[in-house]
């Protein structure tokens, strides 16, 4: 009958639950009545529930201020009680500075401008939304969500940390992030097109004027009342240039990283900007004749020569600049990932899951030091201001190298190709494509620019290599 009838043994099971929990409830309630009656009369008297003797009492009015003043508004207004009233920081110059709760209020509307540019405007959105929600995150009053934490110094380790800066601390703090970000990256890049036509790879190194000149800014903006930046700070503020994240979050890690938020927010935003930045440039450095140059087809790669270049590339990095070499070895690992044919599981693993894990996890961690102390100051400032400067002489220098060898080229570049020497891929190589096929529907760029384009994230990373071979050894 009751297989017959699951209904009934659904009912009849219910019945039984029940029936336990009302026999525990006043199992319970007669214990709790026995272990009262029992209990001393002093705290009868006091009215003191068991267990609660060291908490203090709070009367009504006193609720409703404390509730009062642990909200949003409260903090935004007046300021947290975290660090004081208003409380006191150490900016990226080392100095103490003041911060009111209006500086935390004015960092998380920055944080959802990011997330607005990334969600809305789909300017890089996988990396500014992130971003935009670490920056939210690491300002909201009373979370501690960005706190260091308490040292223990029994357990030596840090109690109640945010998971913010357990992110941080984890990946971004000792370089595994960017390192995994590159392998990636290497997974999801084709070295086809640069192994096809070589001299391209001048182009991408012809970018990388944008990071050696940024670094002579640097040093005038010393003359800036209230800006200054040694070399370890300059070499990380100009490699935003080279329009590469990881590698711009990497060197910042070692050379300067109380610089690290605003560096890596200003390279991520000027990658997001590349279809605005560099098309008026490109088109101002160039005639309407130049623009509609067209270039044979690339020929077609051998297997051979695709898997001989990461092993030649990496064993090159470590005899000539082994600072680069974990930068570029990642970069060649993913690569040889890919063209092996081995290794698929590797490979896709290491562009799909590993790729977005990794890029959430970096950006959170890189919002969460977007705080007033690090971001809202002079030297910050002038860091993004920098930032524009090399990108902007990083694309032309591209576009005017590209001009210069097709004086002794008897087969012509299209310069518009020189701008894709920027680390931005693969998106500096579509913007060179759509420029060219606004003069000429039929001109199609793409897979010549991507030569120059991954040029420019070895370019990149070898530059790093020597900033950190030369100050951080």
């Known amino acids: 009958m009751l297989k017959k009838d699951p209904i009934l043994v659904t009912k009849i099971c219910m019945l039984v639950v029940i029936g336990a929990f009302l026999f525990t409830f006043a199992t319970s309630a007669f214990n709790a009545r026995a272990n009262a009656q029992s209990a001393p009369a002093t705290a009868q008297s006091s009215n003191i529930i068991p267990n609660s003797e060291h908490i203090p009492r709070v009367s009504i009015s006193e609720f409703l201020a404390n509730l009062v003043e642990t909200t949003g508004i409260y903090a935004f207004l007046r300021g947290s009680e975290e660090g004081g009233f208003p409380r006191t920081e150490i900016d990226p110059a080392g100095e103490v500075i003041v911060v009111y709760g209006w500086m935390d209020l004015l960092m998380v509307i920055v944080g959802f401008v990011l997330i607005y540019l990334g969600a809305i405007k789909k300017f890089e959105p996988l990396l500014l939304i992130p971003i935009g929600f670490g920056t939210v995150f690491a300002n909201i009053p009373f979370a501690n969500m960005g706190s260091p934490g308490i040292w223990n110094e029994q357990l030596k380790i840090f109690e109640h940390q945010g998971f913010l ?7 971004i703090g000792n370089e595994f992030f960017p390192l995994l970000i590159f392998i990636g990256v290497g997974a999801m890049t084709d070295f086809g097109p640069l192994i096809a036509n070589p001299k391209t790879a001048i182009l991408g190194a012809a970018a990388q004027f944008g990071v050696f000149a940024t670094m002579f800014f640097a040093a005038l903006s010393n003359f800036i009342p209230g800006v200054s930046f040694n070399m370890l700070e300059a070499s990380a503020a100009s490699i935003i240039g080279g329009a590469d994240g990881p590698t711009t979050i990497y060197i910042a890690s070692k050379l300067a990283p109380h610089l690290l938020a605003t560096v890596a927010v200003a390279a991520y935003s000027y990658m997001a900007l590349v279809p605005v930045i560099q098309p008026p440039i490109m088109k101002f450095l160039t005639t309407k004749e130049e623009r509609q140059i067209k270039m044979k087809q690339l020929r077609e790669v051998s297997q051979k020569e695709k898997l001989a270049f990461p092993i030649t590339a990496f064993v090159l990095s470590i005899i000539l600049i082994p600072a680069a070499a974990p930068l570029v070895g990642a970069l060649m690992l ?3 990932l890919r063209e092996c044919k081995v290794a698929d599981r590797l490979s896709e693993t290491s562009q799909n899951a590993m ?15 977007m705080t007033p102390a690090k971001f809202l100051n002079s030297s910050s400032l002038v860091i993004v ?6 990108f902007s002489i990083a694309t032309a220098s591209g576009v005017i190298v590209a001009k210069i060898m097709n004086i002794f080229l008897k087969e012509k570049i299209n310069p518009l190709i020189g701008s894709a020497g920027v680390s931005a891929v693969p998106m500096a190589a579509r913007v060179s494509n759509k420029v060219g096929l606004e003069e000429d529907p039929g001109n199609f760029l793409l897979m010549h620019a991507m030569g120059p384009n991954v040029a420019g994230v070895i370019g990149t990373a070898i530059a790093a290599g020597v900033m950190i071979a030369i100050y951080a050894g």
């Open 334 to 336: 993913g690569n040889f």
């Open 165 to 171: 800066n357990v992110i941080y601390n984890a990946g």
């Open 355 to 369: 790729m977005n894990m990794v890029s959430l996890l970096l950006s959170l961690g890189v919002g969460s030091q």
């Open 385 to 390: 201001v920098m930032g524009l400067i090399a």
